[in-house]
């Protein structure tokens, strides 16, 4: 441990001397020089230590072991406590800084009543009550432990005889300490210190004890008993500075009836209240009182002199307070509400399949629904088609709102790239809302105030719209969370043509990574206080380790040990901010600068380097970045909207031609018609002429004498008839002619209308035609633009060549979207920079809010400021309670769950409650949740307590059930060893994997994704020896001559063994490794070996130990980190995998049906591996299983020749 830090594991054994404590005198930590006045010890002492795996056989026993017993399922390893209790510098208990242990108080709770009886696990709260009431009594009572007055060498009580109104009552005396014991805990206490009292000689208890009475004697400052003198205690050693004593630390006047502070704990008080407090929990045989562990630390002071209260002991696991606080909790939120929806109330007909609909994924990644943040990742590597769809719907679901969303994400299938570009689009939202400010000074709005220490404190509140986007990374296992947020920050996360432009609060970006080449300071891992306290010292103060990450000691003067820049000054933050106060300019020239070539460092800020943009010039360059972004953006967009309408335009056009057509024949029958209806005039015209001509002559020729006037005669007779029919052909010929006329003009109207409509039609075809021109030409000039990232004949593409695309991510558009990003964070680090002194007020209370201490309007103010100065913070679900906790629903804008197919559903329920929205990462057909409690054990609970089987913590995960909400996602099969296929709906894949090699790859999946993924790793050549001349001659893949390591299964008949592990498998492990290791020269830190089995790897390892693998150091790491079950492995990932399987054919059968139950476990194996899969194993009794009958194809996973190996190639 540190200078800082002591741990001291104490077990007491009868007949020999009882060690010192640590706050006692003759103890090391003692002669510690410490300076008081800043500074002081403080002890957390563990007590009544057993092993978990104590527990866990207890619970086994009662409700039966699973089947888990093969696996190499992570086993809670170490040891507890049956209680924990915090003291001060002089062993006095303080209040608040006392647990005792839920677990061991419920194992005993399942011994009795049991779990038959209703509400068996109820009544906690009293035991944990009984315990504390205990203890303090125990502090307020002189103990004379010694044999009893009457024995011969028995020291002098310590205590009179007491009150008769009164036994036990502190200062008095009923009896030796036996009696004492007994009254104020229990028999079982008397009964654990006797047994080691009552073996001890009276010169050990002389020399225990004798010391312990002035201690007393002291901390009592003359209270002492009657007939007692006070004793002064032993001063410290020369040159040590005096300790202070408990009643050194402020503390309020006591009251009246206030107890008393109590006295120092010694020896045989804890071994007394460990035997008393596993006796009330039912749980004394299954450890030893006497086993004692204690962890002591500095605590600095307040500036007012006092001490902080102390931290709770991590005794108990930090969920189930948590899940208490959401339970009370008056509403839940809309992310924790959706995730716990009914399975009832999930409506799966309203589920979009993306393999079966690829239009709805080509839709989803269209310009205007891309986000204009983009990580700096290397331009020409956008992201794939399925994480290009995962963000943006994420970012369209949820940016405007809360909820939830699920990304399924397989092996190698790019998780953290995708989710890089997710916290980018979060960073450049707000920095679109800081651009809109016109002062800097502007995004504060009012104070929040409080009262403390009898002073009013307040912090500058931000204003909503920069709120809300806080980034939390959580997730169960803390080397997931580490990593992305090491990897953020880390050089190697930029690409190379953004090193000349990326910066951002640089030298806090090294302090972080310990001295690691870095970029800026985007994001840093928290969660348990260890963390927060590297957190703190690293970023706020600028220390630095005194060691470097491969605990070299670290060079006292200069840069790479005091945390200081080349100039002396410190890289804290807090320092940063105080210069910039006093009116000093900001450098943070680009990483390229300060790493020119990406190695250690950084190098100086060069002299002359210019100060970064302030406030006007980094809004003015970022909204410049971001209208350049946004017309490129446009232009892909109107592309976009040409394709989706080409179909639309080109049926237009047709419908055009058609009515032009259409048009053009009506007004060719009109025109027709017209001048048949002119000509029908005429003619009409002529004859009526020619009938008024005839009737107008033959009038004419009436008959004329007597006969004609008096209308007589025949001939007049004739005449008139003759001049009646002129007459009638007049009327006749007339009416014609006006019929014709009526027509003519008809006709003519006519073909005037249909005149009009063909040339609107030719009007409208032309339009129509420019239009679907118009739109060919973009296309024409998109697809000569931009290549492969125009979508073209989308609907004509396999699946394969459609996920391997990046539709719209061309290169100009990417950089442009990375510029953005960019100018974002500059415009974050100005606006920081601008604000510096409220920025650093907000800031110094960090400490408080991270210890806790802080009110929760308070501390929701300080994180706020914080995560607008680091985008993102991490940690993992057991701590987050710890972390945020004043923190209530909805108060953090953004949490990424990663690894969520490994969470257990409950785990997440804290982190979800707090979040706004909710994004939740992982892949379920990986390794389900390692939850110690065994399943027995949890099924039983969920009986009790009415809980549906899928809440089961062992069987789905947070993974599952965020999925099965989610809208947008597909269906994938799994085969069950009992044939039955088992739909899984998993959320928005990423379906893209680019870490195996195509055999291994193809195997992941087939055996666990019905093929879901699709291949796009860049095959590299391998490091090993060609095929020799006869095996190229012969097309042969290797003989027992050259071997070539490609992936294969070496088959091993197994001799008679007992257990899983077979020897002959150890024997062509050696032989493997040896080769691999020292004629192909591949280093042992590109090997994993891995095994269902903790057996087999226990057996792997004592093989590996007796090889000569070189040097020791990288053989130490191999067995150290290199060797492991499948379960302990899952997160690694490595060149080489060699599979080693274990049991016996005719005795293994059960442990290889556990293996195979799933296909999980078999799907994590194989993905581990890079380059190359060796399985070792009998391949006959193997291959008869589920899954593995397809890792056993040999048109899959071939047998072939290994030099010297037992029946391989057969």
């Known amino acids: 441990m540190s200078e800082r830090e002591w741990l001291q594991q104490v077990d007491v054994r009868p007949g020999e001397p009882w060690p010192a404590l640590p706050w006692e005198s003759g103890h090391p930590l003692r002669r510690e020089r410490i300076d008081t006045r800043k500074e002081v010890w403080r002890h957390t002492v563990y007590g009544g230590v057993f092993p978990l795996s104590a527990i866990r056989k207890a619970l086994e026993d009662h409700f039966g ?4 017993d093969h696996a190499g399922v992570r086993q809670q390893k170490g040891d507890t406590a049956v209680f924990a209790i915090t003291v001060d510098s002089d062993g006095v208990l303080l209040e608040g800084g006392t647990a005792f242990s ?22 906690f709260e009293e035991t944990e009550s009984q315990c504390g009431q205990a203890i303090s009594m125990l502090t307020q009572h002189h103990i004379p432990y010694t044999r009893t007055p009457s024995e011969p060498g028995g020291a002098v009580p310590l205590l009179p005889d007491p009150p008769a109104a009164a036994p036990g009552a502190p200062g008095t005396r009923s009896g030796d300490w036996r009696s004492l014991i007994r009254e104020i805990l229990s028999s079982a206490a008397v009964g654990a210190l006797g047994a080691l009292i009552g073996d001890m000689g009276a ?76 006796d009330l929990c039912g749980v004394g045989d299954l450890l030893s009182p006497a086993s004692i562990r204690i962890h002591s630390q500095r605590v600095r002071r307040k500036k007012d002199g006092s001490l902080p209260d102390p931290d709770p002991a991590f005794l108990n696991s930090l969920l189930p307070e948590d899940l208490e606080r959401v339970a009370s909790a008056e509403s839940h939120g809309k992310a924790l509400t959706a995730y716990l929806t009914d399975p009832a109330a999930v409506r799966a007909r309203d589920r979009i399949d993306v393999r079966d609909h690829p239009e709805v994924v080509l839709e989803g990644v269209a310009p205007e629904a891309t986000p204009l943040g983009r990580w700096p990742a290397p331009t020409e590597h956008p992201l794939a088609l399925s994480q290009q769809f995962a963000v943006n719907r994420i970012i369209a679901e949820l940016s405007g709102g809360a909820g939830l969303f699920s990304v399924n994400g397989p092996p190698g299938t790019g998780k953290t790239t995708m989710l890089r570009d997710l916290i980018a689009s979060i960073v450049v939202e707000r920095a679109v809302h800081l651009a809109a400010l016109t002062r800097a000074a502007d995004g504060f709005s009012g104070r929040v105030e409080w009262k403390a220490d009898g002073y009013t404190r307040s912090v500058a509140r931000l204003r909503p719209a920069l709120t809300g986007h806080e980034i939390v990374v959580a997730s169960s296992n803390n080397g997931a969370v580490q990593n992305i947020t090491t990897e953020l920050p880390a050089l190697d996360a930029l690409g190379e043509e953004w090193l000349g432009e990326a910066s951002y609060f640089l030298d806090q970006a090294v302090s972080l990574l310990d001295g690691a080449p870095a970029w800026g300071a985007v994001a840093a891992p928290l969660g348990k206080s260890e963390k927060r306290k590297e957190f703190m010292s690293r970023w706020w103060w600028g220390e630095k380790p005194k060691q470097d990450s491969r605990g070299r000691a670290r060079n006292p003067r200069g840069d790479s040990g005091n945390g200081q820049t080349p100039s002396g000054t410190s890289n804290g933050m807090q320092s940063l901010l105080q210069r910039l106060e006093r009116g000093e300019s900001l450098c943070d020239p680009p990483a390229g600068v300060r790493f020119p070539t990406r190695g250690n460092g950084p190098l100086p800020v060069p002299e002359g380097t210019a100060a970064v943009d302030g406030w006007a010039a980094a809004k003015a360059a970022f909204l410049d970045a971001l209208r350049q972004a946004e017309a490129l953006r446009a232009d892909r967009a109107g592309v976009a909207h040409a394709m989706r309408d080409l179909g639309r335009l080109d049926a237009s056009l047709d419908s055009a031609e058609l009515s032009e057509r259409l048009a053009r024949e009506d007004e060719e029958g009109a025109r027709q018609a017209a001048a048949d209806a002119r000509t029908d005039l005429r003619h009409a015209s002529v004859a009526y002429e020619e009938a008024r001509d005839r009737a107008e002559r033959h009038r004419r020729g009436r008959p004329g004498g007597l006969l004609g006037a008096l209308g007589a005669g025949r001939a007049f007779a004739e005449w008139q008839d003759r001049d009646r029919w002129c007459q009638s052909e007049v009327e006749r010929t007339f009416l014609a002619y006006g019929a014709a006329g009526s027509l003519a003009r008809a006709t003519d109207r006519v073909l005037a209308e249909v005149t009009e409509v063909r040339r609107h039609a030719r009007l409208q075809l032309g339009l129509a035609q420019a239009a679907a021109d118009g739109a060919r030409r973009a296309l024409e000039q998109a697809r000569a633009q931009w290549g492969e990232h125009f979508p073209e004949g989308w609907e004509h593409l396999g699946d394969t060549q459609r996920e391997l695309s990046s539709p719209w991510s061309d290169e100009e558009f990417c950089a442009a979207r990375t510029r953005v990003f960019l100018a974002a964070l500059n415009l974050h680090r100005a606006f920081v920079a601008a604000n510096a002194r409220t920025v650093r007020l907000n800031l110094l209370l960090l400490k408080e809010v991270l210890a806790g201490m802080a009110p929760p309007d308070v501390a929701l103010v300080v994180w706020q400021s914080l995560f607008l100065v680091m985008p993102v913070v991490s940690t993992t679900f057991a701590s987050c309670g710890r972390l945020f906790g004043p923190l209530e629903q909805e108060s953090l804008g953004w949490v990424l769950i990663d690894e969520a197919g490994q969470a257990a559903p409950q785990a997440a329920v804290g982190a979800l409650w707090r979040a706004r929205r909710a994004v939740l990462v992982g892949d379920p057909l990986q390794l389900e949740p390692v939850v110690s409690l065994p399943v027995s054990v949890q099924e039983r609970l969920r009986q009790a307590y009415g809980v549906d089987e899928e809440w089961l913590p062992s069987r789905t995960s947070a993974q599952r059930v965020a999925d099965r909400t989610n809208r947008w996602g597909t269906t994938v099969e799994s085969r069950q060893p009992d044939g039955e296929i088992d739909p899984v709906w998993v959320g928005a894949p990423l379906r893209v994997h680019r ?120 053989a130490s790491a191999f067995l150290k980190d290199h060797i492991g079950t499948v379960h302990t492995m899952q997160g690694n990932e490595s060149d080489v995998v060699i599979l080693v399987l274990g049991t016996h054919p005719r005795e293994g059968a059960h442990a290889r049906a556990w293996a195979a139950e799933k296909p999980n476990l078999l799907n994590v194996a194989v993905s581990r591996a890079k380059r190359r899969l060796f399985v070792i194993g009998h391949r006959e009794s193997w291959s008869k299983e589920p899954y593995f009958d397809t890792l056993a194809d040999p048109t899959r996973l071939p047998l072939r020749a290994w030099a010297g190996g037992q029946g391989a190639g057969r």
């Open 203 to 278: 010169g050990a208890i002389a020399g225990a004890l004798r010391p312990v009475a002035r201690r007393v004697g002291g901390a009592r400052a003359g209270r002492q008993p009657d007939g007692i003198a006070a004793s002064t205690p032993p001063g410290p050693p020369a040159g040590v500075a005096p300790e202070p004593t408990h009643s050194s630390e402020p503390t309020a006047e006591p009251e009246d009836d206030a107890q008393e502070p109590g006295r120092p704990l010694e020896l045989p008080d804890l071994v007394a209240f460990a035997a008393h407090v596993a």
């Open 65 to 68: 072991a699973d089947g888990e």
């Open 102 to 123: 839920t677990c061991a108080w419920a194992t005993g709770r399942v011994r009795d009543p049991g779990p038959n009886t209703p509400g068996w696990l109820d009544g």
């Open 995 to 1114: 870490r195996c090699e195509r055999t291994i790859f193809e195997l992941s999946n087939d055996i666990a994704y019905e093929g879901l993924m699709v291949y796009g790793t860049r095959e590299k050549p391998f490091p090993g020896p060609d095929f020799c001349p006869e095996c190229v001659a012969e097309a042969r893949s290797g003989c027992l001559t050259c071997a070539y390591p490609l992936s294969c299964w070496v088959d091993v008949i197994p001799g008679e063994t007992v257990g899983k592990w077979v020897p002959e498998e150890g024997a062509a492990l050696e032989r493997m490794v040896t080769k691999l290791h020292h004629v192909w020269g591949v280093e042992l830190d590109r090997i994993r070996v891995l095994s269902p089995f903790r057996e087999v790897v226990a057996g792997c390892a004592r093989t590996v130990r007796g090889m000569h693998l070189g040097d020791s150091a990288s």
